[in-house]
């Protein structure tokens, strides 16, 4: 699918399987599923508690 649409459009509109909520829930098949296929994750689609210390960690680097 991402090699086809790019991986602009893994997040698909619409529909409840797109909802950030719903993809957080999912995280570490997620995760898995992109260290698979060696795609960056997304941080709207981590669980906020890693998504606002990934953004600390990047402050702290600056």
């Not at 991986?7 to 909520?21: A, D, E, I, P």
């Amino acid at each position: 699918y991402i090699a086809k649409h790019g991986k602009r459009k893994v997040f698909h509109l619409g529909s409840n399987s797109s909802c950030c909520q719903h993809i957080q829930s999912h995280y570490e098949l997620y995760k898995a599923w992109c260290a698979e296929k060696k795609i960056q994750l997304h941080d709207h689609a981590m669980p906020r508690r890693l998504a606002n210390a990934k953004k600390e960690m990047k402050k702290a680097a600056k």
